[in-house]
């Protein structure tokens, strides 16, 4: 098993659900960091579709 992969994943308005980012992370690393098994991202992020910053949250690529 490799313990470096990295997992691509989108971020989603919580607003207007559009996908407005794509990103990757390393889920080991973060599972790490915040010594928790929830490595389920929430950004505040500018969404064009509200055109504001919204609370943005993790999904992943279909
Ligand atoms: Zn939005």
Redesign the pocket.
Known sequence: MAKSKRVLFQLQ??????K?YTNSKNPDNIALKRKSQDTKLNLKKF????R?V?E?KEVKIA
């Open positions: 308005c919580t607003v207007c659900k559009s407005n969404c064009k579709r509200c504001k919204t943005h």
